[in-house]
């Protein structure tokens, strides 16, 4: 019979538990802390749109609220994009003024 093992640690659990007795993992996939609200939105504030996975693969949020975060996990990736394309076009604007300088 195929006995069933924590990922983490390796303890043996049976079908019904949802979480590790030795390490306290979440033994179903989309359950754990990453996939809550809170998980979520400190992924976002530490990889920005790149925590877009956590979001579609969580089974504790609603697809209402996949459908927000989707929309403004884009929106701080769209404003990221063009932020960074400013300060490009300004750090070469400077280049290009200090060149014609000298």
Known sequence: MNEL???RCGLAHEENDNF?????RSLKPGRGFM???VGIIVMALIVGPFALPWVWTSKRISVVSK????IILLAIG????????KIYQMIAQST????GAF
């Open 67 to 70: 459908w927000i975060y989707t």
């Open 35 to 37: 996939n809550s609200h």
């Open 96 to 99: 290009q003024m200090l060149m």
């Open 5 to 7: 093992r924590c990922p």
């Open 78 to 85: 769209y404003y990221l994009v063009i932020a960074c394309w």
């Open 20 to 24: 590790c007795r030795r390490c306290g």
